[in-house]
């Protein structure tokens, strides 16, 4: 199911007493996350994020050896993820028989059809979904913000590195962000450009699919294939009797189960489901409007100059009958 469709879906489950497994990113908008928030809370039900790194032994580690100052005091946080594609001038086609095209635009604007506005290219759209900022930067932000320890960041900024073509997807195949956290982090997230754009891979400029952490006393990097360090010792040794413990899963999906059972939150909770997704979000608020901003995310609004121009992006309008009555 498409991004644009997460928050209408996660909210009827939720109404209907329905526990959920919610593929990130968790929503379209921030303030979609606001109202999914509301909806598992009222209704006590259980709700997991479909960011599964969290229950991944080599990010669980990296995240519990930052936050235990194994390298130091954090500095910097390096986010890699794969660039998105380019395309245009795409030919208009009939609608499938048997597709209800109406109904899979949703809330999202009336627009023809043609093969490349569905299916696995529809993350390319911004009526759709973010592009590669919320593809795999839901994921590995949510790693870069489990380490850094804190709600979100205070000032982002973003330019586009090759933008899309005229008359085709709308999301840049390839950007670059700096996002500046309270405790002085700064977060650096850019694509990789390579062959294989979903491949975890080293391309010719060095960049890879994963997160580094970067300390005073060394540096930390880890993806879903491995963990590497400055020092392999700052792997290797244990963290003392009183360290900071950072919560365990060993499987996302068995997490889930067992907190249908316990009725506790899972590892991925729907407010950190939020939270990291507007990492993503704030992202692409700065690339569409150009803009350096500052946010306060207790709040969850923009400030100063650029909260003008922001602060629309917060929301987007829900075209009839698809909007929050629709599901009651």
Request: aromatic share 10%; glycine share 8%.
């Amino acid at each position: 199911m498409p991004d644009h469709w997460h928050t209408l879906i996660n909210i009827a489950a939720a109404r209907a007493g329905k526990d959920v497994y919610g593929e990130k990113p968790l929503t379209l908008t921030i303030d979609e996350g606001r109202h999914v928030i509301k909806a598992v809370r009222e209704n006590k039900i259980v709700f997991q994020t479909g960011t599964q790194q969290r229950s991944s032994k080599r990010f669980h580690l990296a995240c519990e050896l930052v936050r235990n100052g194994r390298i130091g005091t954090l500095k910097q946080v390096n986010v890699f993820v794969p660039a998105g594609i380019r395309g245009n001038h795409f030919k208009k086609v009939p609608v499938p028989a048997g597709f209800n095209y109406d109904f899979w635009l949703g809330q999202a604007p009336s627009a023809e059809y043609f093969t490349e506005r569905c299916f696995a290219t529809f993350r390319w759209w911004y009526d759709y979904s973010g592009g590669p900022v919320t593809d795999w930067g839901a994921h590995h932000n949510d790693i870069a913000r489990w380490a850094i320890g804190l709600d979100g960041p205070v000032s982002i900024e973003a330019r586009v590195v090759t933008p899309p073509l005229p008359n085709g997807y709308t999301t840049p195949s390839e950007y670059e962000a700096t996002l500046t956290w309270a405790n002085g982090v700064k977060q650096i997230v850019k694509t990789t450009t390579d062959d294989s754009p979903f491949g975890e891979v080293i391309n010719e400029n060095g960049q890879r699919n994963g997160v580094k952490f970067i300390g005073t006393d060394g540096w930390i990097w880890v993806n879903r294939d491995e963990i590497e360090a400055s020092d392999k010792q700052l792997l290797l040794t244990p963290l003392p009797d009183n360290a900071i413990r950072l919560e365990v899963s060993n499987n996302h999906m068995e997490n889930f189960f067992d907190c249908m059972r316990s009725r506790k939150d899972p590892i991925a909770s729907v407010e950190t489901g939020h939270r990291s997704a507007c990492i993503g979000h704030l992202i692409i608020v700065a690339l569409r409007t150009g803009r350096k901003l500052a946010w306060n995310p207790e709040k969850e609004i923009f400030t100063g100059d650029g909260a003008a121009a922001a602060s629309p992006f917060l929301a987007r309008e829900m075209r009839a009958p698809y909007d929050y009555s629709f599901v009651g």
